[in-house]
């Protein structure tokens, strides 16, 4: 195994191998191996914000308790915290860290992994949630949603964490994402914060600590206190990231990023939108993201969507299928045979840098927008932007005369019902009124088509699928189109 190859699998938290096991405390453990004997400094990055204090200062709590001479520390005495977290870390934690210069001292980084100026054979190792950079050796780097959320997961069976500490670590997280808005919080994430046992009102903590870009400062002083330097693919790339409750400013900071070759993540908290710009090109997303590793993925993955043989389908996609849907929601596979040969059924794979990531099962007549029967995308590649983007590259490469397809109605008990429409609706989709009864279960009919249909039309266009697709004794049976 190469050195990509076991970073990628350390990185990979879907995957729960031994392997990967092996693999993680294999790092650790030389890590303190290379601290025994040794005076270490913790040290985080830069303008510090929340998560690299506290996770520098848990570090270095940890290392202490395993008879480790560590030291919480930062390099310039002049330090100041980042904007944005100022009043949350003077308010909620008391704690100093050690000034030290540069020469001859053994390092130990936690929320980076670049030198900063540090000799290479001084850094004995590091624990990071950003994208590895590749300039020093002994990198713990896995997508976490916080580095300090990341050493509570890596040392919680090993280590008694106080409540002060899970607290600080709770709160480092809440920074990182945005208070747990960001898709940067993972459900594997949730599983781990939700051990932390946090008594915590996030709205309120959000209400108090929240801070957006102070856009009187100018947009100089914002790309400065604002940026920051990655390694992706050998190339430095200077990433600012702004937040706001609207795009007024937008335009003059697409242009400074424009003049400066900067990559710009401006996140919109009021219409929970976000747009990137990089070398001339514009992305908005209708969600908020802050990882600048979601946002590298966006840039460079490329994303197509192939129609595919049943027996392909079968091969690769069918357990797949079987797993995501429920046995009644599922189709009868010999009937799906039959539609398929008759040409009304299709099948599609959704594919990202040669690996499947989703499909499709999709139903077609001439002259008529496309029927989704089944869309996935699979639970690790979620929350990535992959669902807005399959959908357009389907509307505007695969369905030319649009995209038709029901949503379950929205129910008040379940508000993943009333997300799903926001959803759609943020993708363009028309929400109609009425309900389909399809099986004994509540549907609301949607439709992404450049032309308008009235309900009765695309009422008339669902009855043409349905009828195909289950024939005419099962549908009057079974469904109702109110």
């Keep these: 195994m190469n050195k990509k190859e076991m970073y990628d699998l350390i990185e990979n938290r879907s995957i729960n191998s031994s392997e990967r096991t092996t693999l993680i405390n294999s790092i650790i453990n030389k890590i303190i191996d290379l601290s025994k004997d040794k005076e270490v400094y913790v040290l985080g990055h830069n303008n510090p914000d929340a998560d690299s204090i506290i996770s520098s200062y848990i570090l270095s709590n940890i290392l202490k308790s395993m008879g480790i001479n560590a030291h919480f520390s930062i390099l310039d005495k002049d330090y100041d915290y980042t904007f944005h977290d100022k009043k949350l870390l003077e308010e909620n934690f008391k704690y100093k860290p050690l000034v030290v210069s540069k020469d001859n001292k053994y390092?130990?980084?936690v929320d980076h992994?670049?030198?900063?100026?540090?000799?290479?054979?001084?850094?004995?190792?590091?624990?990071?949630?950003?994208?590895?950079?590749?300039?020093?050796?002994?990198?713990?780097?896995?997508?976490?949603?916080?580095?300090?959320?990341?050493?509570?997961?890596?040392?919680?069976?090993?280590?008694?964490f106080s409540d002060e500490e899970k607290y600080l670590i709770g709160l480092a997280t809440l920074s990182d994402t945005d208070y747990l808005t960001s898709t940067?919080?993972?459900k594997y994430d949730k599983e781990v914060f939700d051990t932390l046992n946090l008594d915590i009102n996030v709205k309120e903590l959000q209400r108090k600590y929240?801070?957006?870009?102070?856009?009187?400062?100018?947009?100089?002083?914002?790309?400065?206190?604002?940026?920051?330097?990655?390694?992706?693919?050998?190339?430095k790339i200077t990433r600012v990231q702004i937040s706001s409750y609207d795009d007024n400013y937008l335009e003059e900071y697409i242009n400074e990023a424009r003049k400066l070759n900067y990559l710009l993540l401006w996140v919109n908290y009021d219409n929970n939108t976000t747009t990137i710009y990089y070398e001339n090109r514009v992305i908005k997303l209708d969600y908020l993201l802050s990882s600048t590793y979601m946002v590298f993925k966006i840039l460079e993955d490329d994303l197509h969507i192939d129609e595919i043989s049943i027996e392909e389908f079968e091969e690769k996609i069918y357990d797949r299928y079987t797993k995501i849907f429920p046995k009644e929601e599922q189709r009868n596979w010999k009937k799906v045979h039959i539609t398929y040969d008759k040409g009304l059924t299709h099948f599609y794979k959704i594919v990202v840098n040669n690996s499947i990531i989703g499909f499709v099962m999709l139903e077609s007549v001439e002259g008529l927008p496309s029927y989704v029967d089944y869309f996935a995308i699979y639970d690790e590649y979620q929350s990535m932007g992959y669902g807005s983007k399959a959908f357009m590259y389907l509307k505007d490469n695969v369905c030319k005369l649009g995209i038709i397809g029901e949503i379950e109605k929205i129910d008040i008990n379940n508000i993943n019902t009333s997300r799903r429409v926001e959803f759609y609706k943020k993708l363009g989709f028309t929400i109609y009124d009425g309900e389909y009864i399809l099986f004994k279960v509540k549907y609301t009919p949607i439709a992404l088509t450049?032309?308008?249909?009235?309900?009765?039309?695309?009422?008339?266009?669902?009855?043409?699928y349905y009828v195909g697709n289950m024939g005419l004794d099962v549908f009057n049976k079974n469904c109702k189109l109110l």
Excluded at 127 to 156: G, R
Excluded at 450 to 464: A, C, G, H, V
């Design 107 to 109: 390092f130990i980084l």
């Design 450 to 464: 450049n032309k308008k249909y009235t309900k009765e039309e695309i009422d008339k266009i669902f009855y043409t």
């Design 210 to 235: 929240f801070v957006t870009t102070d856009f009187s400062l100018g947009v100089d002083k914002n790309f400065e206190i604002n940026k920051k330097e990655y390694i992706r693919n050998n190339k």
């Design 184 to 186: 940067r919080f993972t």
């Design 113 to 160: 992994n670049d030198l900063q100026g540090l000799s290479k054979e001084y850094v004995l190792g590091a624990f990071d949630h950003h994208i590895i950079k590749d300039e020093i050796d002994n990198i713990l780097e896995i997508e976490y949603a916080s580095t300090s959320l990341l050493i509570y997961d890596l040392f919680k069976d090993k280590y008694n």
